[in-house]
């Protein structure tokens, strides 16, 4: 479709280039995937990358704050274009895409990789990566989705060998580039980022270096404070979008709504970063 990747800049651009791959194939392929059921996987990724979040560096609940406001924006602008297929991620209709035209890029995490090498291996060769747009001009093109967590039940009568196999999974760079180089996840531990490893250009991405690209930046992603109830507020959010969407809701309307369910869920204060313009509510 003639466009280049590295010309895109902001989500507002992903959106322009879209429509043009939508026109030009006749509808037949779409820019992502993003059904409205599963829209909280790029909320996540959007707040985080505008600097919002759920709840700040103490607990707090800080919903409104600002950064949610523009991730909110940003997902009804997609929504609205058309760019996206109405596909559940993780579908097998998701998974399928991998291997025709049907979608055009999947803006998700490192480990996507592993996904798309194990569904489609015919394909290696035909994919390339370009950097997260920003949030708007000269924003960050950097985020995060995913973390895993790894648990020692307290039954168990290996505790010792569980804890040392995890310090050696996660604290060496050598397990770390292992699991990199055979799943494509992705280290947490920064002096892995060292290794030769991340400049070997990778036969799939076409011999991009795709690694060092993905290393880019990455001490400048927000953390995101997730808490205790973090899981709870994600299962509530994930549903809620859903509405949002379709019902066309007002993004103020609709995180002060969150607000006032979570802290009444939770028990937890309202943090000063929530600091969402008032509204007014009318029946």
Same mark, same amino acid.
């Given at each position: 479709?003639?466009?280049?990747?590295?010309?895109?800049?902001?989500?507002?651009?992903?959106?322009?280039?879209?429509?043009?791959?939508? *026109?030009?194939?006749?509808?037949?392929?779409?820019?992502?995937? +993003? %059904?409205?059921?599963?829209?909280?996987?790029?909320?996540?990724?959007?707040?985080?990358?505008?600097?919002?979040?759920?709840?700040?560096?103490?607990?707090?609940?800080?919903?409104?704050?600002?950064?949610? !406001?523009?991730?909110?924006?940003?997902? !009804?602008?997609?929504?609205?274009?058309?760019?996206? +297929?109405?596909?559940?991620?993780?579908?097998?209709?998701?998974?399928?895409?991998?291997?025709?035209? !049907?979608?055009?890029?999947?803006?998700?995490?490192?480990?996507?990789?592993?996904?798309?090498?194990?569904?489609?291996? *015919?394909?290696?060769?035909?994919?390339?990566?370009? !950097?997260?747009?920003?949030?708007?001009?000269?924003?960050?093109?950097?985020?995060?989705?995913?973390?895993?967590?790894?648990?020692?039940?307290?039954? %168990?009568?290996?505790?010792?060998?569980?804890?040392?196999?995890?310090?050696?999974?996660?604290?060496?760079?050598?397990?770390?580039?292992?699991?990199?180089?055979?799943?494509?996840?992705?280290?947490?531990?920064?002096?892995?980022?060292?290794?030769?490893?991340?400049?070997?250009?990778?036969?799939?991405?076409?011999?991009?270096?795709?690694?060092?690209? &993905?290393?880019? *930046?990455?001490?400048?992603?927000?953390?995101?404070?997730?808490?205790?109830?973090?899981?709870?507020?994600? =299962?509530?959010?994930?549903?809620?979008?859903?509405?949002? +969407?379709?019902?066309?809701?007002?993004?103020?309307? &609709?995180?002060?709504?969150?607000? +006032? =369910?979570?802290?009444?869920?939770?028990?937890?204060?309202?943090?000063?970063?929530?600091?969402? =313009? *008032?509204?007014?509510?009318?029946?």
């Amino acid at each position: 479709y003639n466009i280049e990747p590295d010309s895109i800049e902001t989500w507002d651009d992903f959106i322009e280039a879209g429509k043009i791959i939508l *026109e030009q194939s006749n509808g037949s392929t779409s820019m992502m995937a +993003a %059904s409205v059921a599963g829209l909280f996987e790029y909320f996540e990724i959007l707040m985080q990358q505008t600097g919002g979040g759920i709840f700040d560096e103490t607990g707090n609940i800080m919903i409104r704050a600002p950064g949610n !406001r523009r991730a909110l924006e940003i997902l !009804r602008a997609i929504l609205d274009s058309g760019i996206a +297929a109405p596909i559940n991620a993780f579908s097998h209709e998701f998974f399928a895409s991998f291997k025709n035209d !049907r979608i055009a890029t999947y803006p998700l995490a490192v480990w996507l990789g592993g996904s798309i090498k194990d569904y489609a291996p *015919e394909t290696a060769g035909n994919w390339g990566v370009f !950097r997260l747009p920003a949030p708007y001009p000269g924003g960050p093109r950097v985020s995060n989705l995913g973390g895993s967590v790894l648990v020692i039940p307290a039954q %168990s009568d290996k505790r010792d060998e569980a804890w040392a196999f995890i310090e050696y999974a996660l604290c060496t760079v050598g397990a770390q580039i292992e699991q990199y180089r055979n799943f494509d996840l992705f280290p947490g531990l920064l002096a892995a980022f060292d290794h030769p490893f991340f400049d070997e250009p990778d036969p799939f991405y076409a011999g991009q270096q795709v690694r060092r690209l &993905f290393a880019q *930046e990455i001490e400048q992603i927000p953390a995101l404070t997730r808490t205790s109830d973090w899981n709870e507020a994600r =299962r509530y959010l994930m549903q809620t979008l859903s509405g949002w +969407a379709s019902e066309r809701q007002d993004h103020d309307v &609709f995180l002060a709504t969150i607000e +006032a =369910r979570l802290q009444r869920r939770l028990g937890r204060n309202i943090s000063p970063l929530s600091q969402g =313009r *008032e509204v007014a509510h009318a029946r």
